[in-house]
């Protein structure tokens, strides 16, 4: 399952319950679809969520959000559809809880964790390419929406293996090609290192810091100045004077989100801040229904080293000197 998708589906309770300017959810036995999907070609198993919405006069809300009765649907059907081949793909009900991955805790119930899913030896989905979700009942259509799938994404520079001059204020670019219903970026950076504690052997144990360089880029570059790169190792690991430390190698992460996504990240940060309102604004691109339906990609570029200058900077630089790196 993406990284991205159980932080997106946790916004559903705040949205809901803090929207009623779009729906009337006081309306008698009026229910609400809720549809949250991000799909990804680079997904072994591909998840949508599908629960719905609606308040109780009689009843409170966070009684209700408890009650999984309430909040899923026992009799719905989830489809895909390739709007070129017109190939139809159901997705099947699975409760996540069984698989060891329930719900966060919160307002719903953490067991079961009903989502529909779909494997990719099923359903290869194709990047630049259009589908049509389409949620039914009792052969009823609920609700509908589209999406386009980001296609493959690409860095063309720094190459892997590739040295790195990470020192200074000699800037690296990382570049990358414009890739079809990609609307932003973010770029992560993985700093590999291993540590011992000195007086306990000459055992290293392998450690990961991540720093996310930029996040929610448009353009296809981004530079990284060697100062401000030995300035965030400084920050992000902790100076121990009984510990020595190796690097290892640098990898870096590329994620791509669709427009749908992007769209609803700056409508939620749209009214934030000193100058907000108590209303937070709703966006949903699920026709008749809340929710996001959107496409998420990503690539990764590994096994990057620092050049001997910048490994020098890394051992002996003012930001990191006390950290006690070696060769």
Sequence with gaps: MSKYFLPLILLVSMVWTSCSNDFD???????IPVVYALLSK???????????????????????????DSIYYKDATVELIDLVT??????????LAQQDLPRDDGYFPSEPNYLYAIGAEEIDLQGNRNYRLEVKRNGELLTTSSVLIIDDLRIRSPVEGQGLNLQGEIRTNVRWDATAGAEFFNLRL????????????NTYEPRVAVWNVVTRASGNTIGIRGNEFLQWVGGALE????????????????????????????????????????????????????????????TEVVDFHLRPAAM???????????????R
């Design 86 to 95: 017109q190939q139809v793909f159901e997705f099947q009900k699975t409760d």
């Design 42 to 68: 680079s997904d072994e198993v591909h998840y949508i969520r599908l629960e719905r919405a609606f308040l109780d006069e009689n009843r409170s809300a966070l009684l209700v959000a408890s009650e999984p």
């Design 190 to 201: 993985y700093f590999n290192y291993e540590e011992r504690i000195i007086d306990q052997g």
């Design 25 to 31: 959810l006081f309306t008698e036995k009026e229910e």
């Design 239 to 298: 100076e121990k004077g009984n510990v020595q430390r190796r690097f290892q190698s640098i990898d870096l992460r590329l994620d791509a989100g669709g427009l749908e996504l992007f769209n609803y990240v700056n409508v939620g940060l749209a009214n934030t801040g000193i100058t907000s309102s108590n209303e937070i604004p709703l966006y949903t691109n699920i026709e008749g229904g809340l929710g996001v339906l959107s496409s998420i990609n990503h």
């Design 312 to 326: 020098d900077s890394l051992i002996m630089g003012r930001f990191t000197q006390d950290l006690n790196f070696t």
